[in-house]
């Protein structure tokens, strides 16, 4: 399947393979091979005509066929403009070129479909709206890069477009130093090791990312090293080389190490030891209070795109996952590393 966009539609080119079932309704077979495309969107560009079958307009029950050419136009719709939101942000620094917020968990960075609202930008804008004169242009805040929603922790910000390309350069060339703290399953062979392998989209989840071949992904590099052990459990200090899409939780996961509480990745049961008795029932209860996985972006540290002074900045583990750790070291028998 290709696809591309064009002015104001999303195109696909697909040829239905010789091992395909045959006479899967049209409708359905094109809603289970375009992400994030329903059958009513699929049924609504049928009716307008911006599906064909062979060169020829078909309808939604047409019998798709092995060998079959399916063009695909699907409206893009326009996207709302983005609103200034008030809502509390935990700033760590500010000056006027960049800040550092950080970020709670369960808050989006960016809006995008289905989260128009109540992201970090909406607050940002917010923010920055307060800081600007009223004879000034608004000044948007730039987001330089992203954590996931439901990982916790520091986001640096650029307030103008100069400071915006400096620092993204950092992060292209890694002239930039990331921690994150992460309260995995199980216990890597050694202390302190590199994780590697490309990342790309899951083929057997639309919705996850995998380990993927290197012609079929990015390639990504995660340093890990042991904090801490818990009998089945280990707390991991983790610096990133590259930033792919849940590169953490992915990398770790393919190495039989599931990040504590991660729904998506499969964290969120008991991987290692009894699960039995009041063992089972005290993380049942830590993953119904968490609801998010113990991943917590710890920190930042890189050269000032103005002053050129070398900036590093700390935060705190956020409530819930100092609850986990807590929790851990009354329960596991501990082992301190650092």
């Not at 307030?159 to 993204?168: E, M, Q």
């Not at 992915?250 to 063992?279: E, I």
Request: contains cysteine; aromatic residues 8%; glycine residues 6%.
């Amino acid at each position: 399947m290709s696809h591309n966009n064009s002015d104001q539609f999303q195109e696909y080119h697909l040829e239905v393979p010789d091992d395909e079932t045959s006479g899967t309704r049209l409708d359905k077979y094109l809603a289970s091979k375009i992400e994030d495309t329903s059958r009513t969107k699929i049924q609504e560009a049928l009716t307008e005509g911006h599906i064909t079958v062979n060169r020829k307009k078909e309808k939604a029950s047409y019998p798709v066929e092995a060998g079959d050419v399916l063009d695909v136009r699907i409206p893009i719709p326009k996207p709302p403009e983005v609103q200034a939101e008030e809502m509390p942000l935990d700033i760590v620094y500010e000056d006027d070129d960049l800040l550092l917020v950080n970020k709670s968990a369960n808050m989006v960075v960016h809006p995008a479909k289905g989260n128009w609202t109540g992201t970090l930008v909406n607050a940002l804008m917010w923010h920055t709206d307060e800081l600007s004169e009223p004879e000034e242009d608004t000044v948007r805040p730039g987001i330089v890069h992203r954590l996931d929603k439901d990982t916790s922790g520091l986001l640096v910000v650029a307030k103008n477009d100069k400071t915006h390309r400096i620092l993204s350069e950092y992060f292209r060339t890694k002239d930039i130093e990331r921690t994150y703290w992460a309260i995995v399953w199980g216990t890597p062979d050694k202390k302190e090791g590199t994780i590697t392998g490309a990342i790309g989209r899951d083929p057997h989840h639309r919705k996850r990312m995998a380990v993927v071949p290197e012609d079929k992904g990015k390639s990504a590099t995660t340093h890990y090293r042991v904090l801490e052990y818990f009998d089945h459990l280990t707390l991991l200090e983790l610096k990133l080389e590259t930033g792919r899409t849940h590169q953490i939780r992915v990398h770790l996961a393919d190495n039989n190490l599931w990040v504590f509480g991660d729904q998506k990745y499969g964290g969120d049961s008991v991987r290692y030891g009894p699960n039995t008795g009041s063992r089972k029932q005290m993380f049942n209860n830590l993953f119904a209070s968490l609801q998010r996985q113990c991943l917590h972006a710890k920190t930042l540290g890189f050269e000032h795109p103005t002053t050129g002074e070398m900036v590093q900045f700390d935060s705190e583990l956020p409530g819930d996952f100092q609850q986990v750790l807590g929790m851990l070291r009354q329960n596991c028998k501990p082992e301190h590393i650092y």
